[in-house]
């Protein structure tokens, strides 16, 4: 595997992100089980967005110097793109995570630490994902026409899928835990179950966090070969990766109360996955410049949030 990745990148790497993932958690206790307000969503979301490009600044200017400026440029431009399919995709993440707290009316306070187990399960999930996927390219190129096609496949059945709402009660792991688990009817604070043993007795907060984690494995399977279209590097891919999920939870803060200005989202969301799939399938034949790939990525995803402003959705084909 080929990466601009050194011992002395991946200790800063992990070191920055463990600072920001105890910085979060130490102010989210230091606040108590609360109401996120909007206010406080977007602060937190520009800074994450912030710490992002702080790092992808201070990358560019190490490859540079050690490198040259080129291969900067590259680094940079993978990077950025990178984190901008990653966090396109999360927004479909964050309307499952809706839909999933308002079928088990999960209370404001406890909502803050679903998403954080949440987002540290999809971190170590997506960092055991990345390392695997490197590997079997580094070794199977013919994968990347796998991955192509099945990203593809998948734009398109998003494409059909968007403005429906899941039907939960056919979903099949939730059918498992409700017909194997004790289950109590009611949340108990932040207790995940009641009672040991045989009398142990499972919450619907526990019932979230399973759900919350097969979200987390379906949605990495879906982003991982998206990233890979665009880098083969697996530092550049886990990096823009990471930053895009550390900001999840203030992301869903903060576009909670407006999921329904953003309904062509999905929509947009499709067509880059099978933009993506289609770059990776024409990987041998034409590769497709990064810069461009940033443009269009970024010009479906403004056009599509535009005429969602632009044409608000209905009230009755809300219902």
Do not use: C
């Not at 406890?110 to 390219?137: C, E, K, S």
Request: proline content about 3%; hydrophobic content about 60%; glycine content about 8%.
């Amino acid at each position: 595997m080929e990466t601009i990745g050194n011992p002395w990148l991946w200790a800063g790497f992990g070191g920055l992100v463990v600072i920001a993932l105890l910085v979060d958690l130490v102010l989210m206790r230091h606040g108590g089980a609360h109401k996120v307000t909007f206010k406080e969503a977007a602060w937190w979301s520009l800074g994450w967005v912030a710490l992002a490009m702080i790092f992808n600044g201070a990358l560019w200017w190490y490859v540079g110097q050690t490198a040259g400026a080129a291969e900067a440029n590259r680094v940079g431009l993978e990077f950025l793109t990178g984190y901008l399919v990653e966090k396109a995709l999360a927004v479909d993440n964050i309307f499952v995570f809706l839909m999933l707290f308002t079928y088990f009316a999960v209370p404001e306070e406890q909502r803050q630490r679903v998403l954080v187990i949440g987002i540290l399960g999809a971190i170590v999930l997506r960092a055991i994902l990345i390392f695997v996927g490197a590997a079997l390219l580094a070794k199977f190129h013919w994968l990347l026409y796998l991955f192509g096609a099945f990203l593809l496949l998948t734009g398109i059945k998003m494409w059909f899928a968007a403005g429906k709402e899941p039907d939960l009660d056919k979903n099949p792991v939730l059918r498992w835990i409700t017909g194997h688990l004790p289950l109590i009817n009611r949340y108990h604070g932040d207790a995940l179950w009641l009672g040991r043993g045989k009398r142990r007795r499972y919450t619907p907060l526990f019932v979230v966090l399973v759900m919350i984690a097969v979200t987390d494995v379906i949605f990495a399977v879906d982003s991982i070969p998206a990233i890979f279209a665009i880098t083969s590097d697996p530092f550049i891919v886990l990096t823009s990766n990471v930053f895009a999920v550390l900001g999840l939870r203030a992301m869903f803060f903060l576009l909670a109360g407006m999921a329904d200005r953003f309904h062509l989202l999905p929509y947009g969301l499709a067509v880059v996955l099978a933009f993506i799939g289609s770059k990776m399938l024409l990987v041998d034949v034409y590769k497709i410049p990064v810069l461009w790939s940033l443009g269009t990525v970024a010009m479906i995803l403004a056009v599509t949030v535009a005429l969602s402003l632009a044409r608000p959705q209905k009230a009755d084909t809300a219902a």
